[in-house]
């Protein structure tokens, strides 16, 4: 925040012993192991070999800026039948690094060619913003070249109050992040003035809420070992109060729900996965804002995603 790590984040890794508790044997309909970061990244963690060795009849994704690790760890990773990765390169060269903060676009390709060269199996995952739109058609001739299975462009979501976003170094002002020129968002969607807040206007036309994550079949670890439907829920610990006091609300008691204190069929059995999520999402007694933004049928993200993919043949 400001150019800070947010005074309320919990900044820790998932503890090894947590993942080796997991009972993955009796998970037969385990298929996919996703890594992303929901205020990191996956290569950021110091057992991450050791925990890409447990899933070895799973399917795994890692999402990652790739700018660490030596090009023979990723060499290595690429003959891994198994692992997938999600190369986030928003842009080429200088302006890739502007999103980016301190990583190196150099780095980054090399270490993607090493991957690639070993037969990994790679996406390249483009975030369009206002400086690195003019890119678009170069980063798909230069995925092609490369070898990536296919490109996907995005948009941010976080111009939802306002067309600019202030970027800082340490707490120095450094320049306006700006939304692509073709992005609509969700506020420009429900025809809310820039520089207001949508939630009035969302919560107002909201449709039935589905949580997408139930539908999926996913479930979320969070760093800290706490267990929810989705990431966006596990990131409300670092949002604002009310939406920390809201969840707890749903909750109850987190140690219910933290892999520290119980095990994993233990929480999917817990009152908060069983009942409470459930009913706030019937409003009993109220939805939470993270589930109205997201998976109401009407206006919610997931059902009006901005996304676009393009597939390299």
């Not at 080796?20 to 929901?38: A, Q, T, W, Y």
Request: charged letters at 25%; glycine letters at 6%; hydrophobic letters at 35%.
């Amino acid at each position: 925040m400001h150019g800070r790590v947010h005074k309320n984040l919990n900044v820790t890794h998932l503890d090894l012993k947590i993942i080796r508790s997991l009972p993955i044997e009796k998970m037969k309909n385990l298929k996919i192991v996703h890594f992303c970061g929901n205020f990191g990244d996956p290569l950021m963690h110091p057992d991450l070999d050791d925990i890409i060795d447990m899933f070895q009849r799973q399917q795994i994704e890692i999402s990652t800026n790739a700018s660490l690790r030596s090009q023979q760890w990723w060499s290595d990773l690429g003959k891994k039948k198994n692992v997938s990765v999600t190369f986030c390169i928003d842009g080429i060269g200088h302006e890739h690094e502007l999103y980016r903060r301190n990583t190196s676009y150099e780095k980054i390709i090399d270490n993607a060619k090493a991957f690639l060269e070993a037969g990994g199996l790679a996406i390249w995952q483009f975030i369009v913003f206002r400086h690195n739109q003019h890119q678009i058609d170069e980063a798909k001739k230069l995925s092609h070249d490369m070898g990536f299975k296919k490109i996907e462009f995005r948009f941010s979501d976080r111009f939802d109050t306002h067309n600019k976003w202030k970027v800082f170094d340490n707490g120095v002002y450094q320049y306006d992040l700006e939304k692509a020129s073709h992005q609509t968002t969700l506020r420009e969607s429900l025809y809310v003035p820039e520089g207001e807040k949508y939630w009035k206007v969302l919560n107002k036309n909201k449709g039935q809420i589905t949580c997408v994550a139930s539908q999926r079949k996913k479930i979320y670890i969070h760093s800290d070992g706490t267990v929810y439907p989705c990431c966006q829920l596990g990131s409300v610990q670092s949002g604002k109060d009310v939406e920390k006091l809201m969840l707890k609300k749903i909750v109850k008691d987190f140690k219910k729900v933290d892999l520290h204190w119980v095990n994993f069929e233990q929480i999917l059995k817990s009152d908060f996965f069983q009942k409470n999520l459930p009913a706030s999402l019937k409003q009993d007694p109220f939805s939470h804002p993270i589930c109205i933004e997201w998976c109401n049928k009407a206006t919610g993200k997931y059902y009006n995603q901005n996304l676009t993919s393009v597939d390299i043949p």
